[in-house]
């Protein structure tokens, strides 16, 4: 499941030809995340016995997300940063809706990346983060 999440939440190459390996003959699924990635998560996951709860938190929240969440007010002195990743799942969030989003101070599209972002590409995620803070700082 975990393999299955980070092959298809990712800019992950698709096609046979377009498949990277590092110098020790490891697959890179995208980015800087690579196989060991995968096998560190999973063993997280499983033996902390988290799987379960893992799944639920997906399950049982991303109904709510999608309807209930939406219909939320964002105060205006509350500063908000948004970066749409590449290959992120887009689902509701749409950042020229006012009533959620009253004070954008970031926003940015970039080339690459996915859900897991901050695995695939730590340099640009952290980036992001310390622009976003220095412009709330303004």
């Known amino acids: 499941?975990?393999?299955?999440?980070?092959?298809?939440?990712?800019?992950?190459?698709?096609?046979?030809?377009?498949?990277?390996?590092?110098?020790?003959?490891q697959r890179i699924i995208s980015g800087d995340l690579n196989w060991d990635d995968v096998i560190m998560?999973?063993?997280?996951?499983?033996?902390?016995?988290r799987v379960t709860s893992g799944l639920?938190?997906?399950?049982?929240?991303?109904?709510?997300?999608m309807t209930t969440f939406t219909k939320y007010?964002?105060?205006?002195?509350?500063?908000i940063g948004i970066i749409k990743w590449e290959d992120i799942i887009e689902r509701s969030f749409d950042p020229n809706n006012k009533y959620h989003f009253r004070n954008i101070v970031m926003e940015k599209k970039m080339k690459a990346g996915g859900h897991f972002a901050g695995l695939e590409r730590?340099?640009?995620?952290?980036?992001?983060?310390?622009?976003?803070i220095k412009k709330c700082n303004e």
């Open 1 to 25: 499941w975990i393999y299955e999440k980070y092959l298809s939440w990712t800019d992950s190459p698709n096609k046979l030809s377009e498949i990277k390996y590092d110098d020790n003959g």
């Open 122 to 132: 730590p340099k640009e995620y952290v980036a992001n983060i310390a622009e976003f």
């Open 41 to 49: 998560t999973a063993c997280i996951y499983w033996l902390n016995g």
């Open 56 to 65: 639920n938190y997906y399950i049982e929240n991303m109904g709510w997300a």
């Open 73 to 79: 007010y964002v105060p205006e002195n509350v500063k």
